[in-house]
């Protein structure tokens, strides 16, 4: 549905955000959750008992 606000300009009728803030947000926590779960590999790894 196409919408006209003479108010607006191209950048907020599309509702995009020039900062890239939900780019920042994605990769930020993408990078989190990597490193989560890096940790708890580790940490699994680091518990086995010593192979004989």
């Known amino acids: 549905m ?14 995009a955000n020039p900062r890239k803030m939900n780019l920042r947000v994605l990769t930020i926590s993408l ?7 890096a940790a708890i590999f580790i940490v ?3 518990m086995q008992p010593a192979q004989a």
């Open 2 to 15: 196409e919408t006209y606000d003479p108010n607006k300009n191209t950048t907020e009728v599309r509702q």
């Open 31 to 37: 990078i989190l959750i990597v490193l989560v779960f």
């Open 44 to 46: 699994f790894q680091v």
